[in-house]
């Protein structure tokens, strides 16, 4: 692997020569490749922050877009996955692409290929910024896919910003299998001179992202250090060099928005744009992030429910989610029980996901996400989880589920968990 900087975590044996399709090279490198053909419209971007990190990127692009929109600013977003339509992931001058765009888009791309393979993700990231470079915005939010060094995204020679949320385990097949081998995947979008906002991290992560930003040059901005969140009686308290503010909690459920919240806070203060407190405010309040700790009020299976219950919805799905919901569980909703219904993907750790939430949760259900192709079954999420002796029974499919656990008579909350598909299966 050809040195960057001179970082003692650049001897990772993980993706710097992957194969698709019998093509060498990175997802970057055919990406770039894919994007020269295409004219390189990455280089006809308004300034963009680049978002890397494990959880709390989508949450954290939910908060600032809310602030620069409330301050009059049309936000280029690029998220993934999308939980109903593709739409979703793009986002053109603040509006969710239409059809039409996102198939002349496609188009191009496939066009500039001219018939060499290119993966889903790198093909549709070039077709999303063929499209942002035809229409006009103020700024582009940008999230990576898997890591970020050989990520697709990773192309922009000088964003505005980079942001690194808190780093866990996650895709390890493909970024390894220890905090610092995921951590100098996710360091790969620090830039020269750029200011880099790196959020709460485990000490090894940190160790690893410091490591990287002395090495290259970042400007860091780093959680603990220069600026601080933390949770009041009446909000959130945010500080940094010049002051303390007192603002109102955010409007996402879950302690953990505290800290990604205070991402997007530190983000504003930092970019060149007319940012209010007010605007903040706002956006604290106003930003929109579904299937992260989201209460399902309406629709078929909220129905189902017996007065007094409660339906939720959660996308986390690695150990991190885990832990993040037991707290949210004990903090938040001690006041009745809470049951779950639990789906997710091949290859998920799941004694991990659930082993935080033993002893806080009732009744705990298991069943296919009928959505994602690539879903455990009910029975091999039971047969995972035997060695721990959790008390996990199958159902065929949340309205099962529901059914199931709705015959006790005492109000509870029930939470579906453990894939951003689920919500589909939800709302």
Known sequence: MPKTSDSPYLTMP???????DGRPGTPLDRTKELLSRLGNPEKRLPPTIHVAGTNGKGSTIAFL???LEAAGYKCHVYTSPHLHRYNERITLASREIDDTTLFTAIEAARLAANGESYSFFEGTTAAAFWAFAQTPADVLLLETGAGGR???TNVIAQPALTIITTISPDHMDILGHSLSEIAWHKAGILRTGVPSIISFQAEETQQVLAAEMNAIGAIPCIYGTHWRVARTESGLRYSNADGEFDLPAPNLAGPHQYVNAGNAITAATLLDFNIAEEHVIAGLQNAH???RLEHITAGPRASLLPPGWELWVDGGHNMAAGH???AHIEEAWADKPTHIIFGTTQGKDVPSLLAPLTGKVGRMLAIPVISE???YTAEAIITQLKPLGFPIQPAE???????QITRDATPARILVFGSLYLRVLVA
């Open 65 to 67: 877009r809310a602030m």
């Open 14 to 20: 993980h993706w710097p020569t992957m194969l698709f």
């Open 289 to 291: 992030w579904p299937a």
């Open 397 to 403: 499919s949340v309205e099962d589920a529901i059914e």
């Open 373 to 375: 192709p690539k879903s």
């Open 324 to 326: 993040t919901l037991a």
């Open 150 to 152: 050989f990520d697709p």
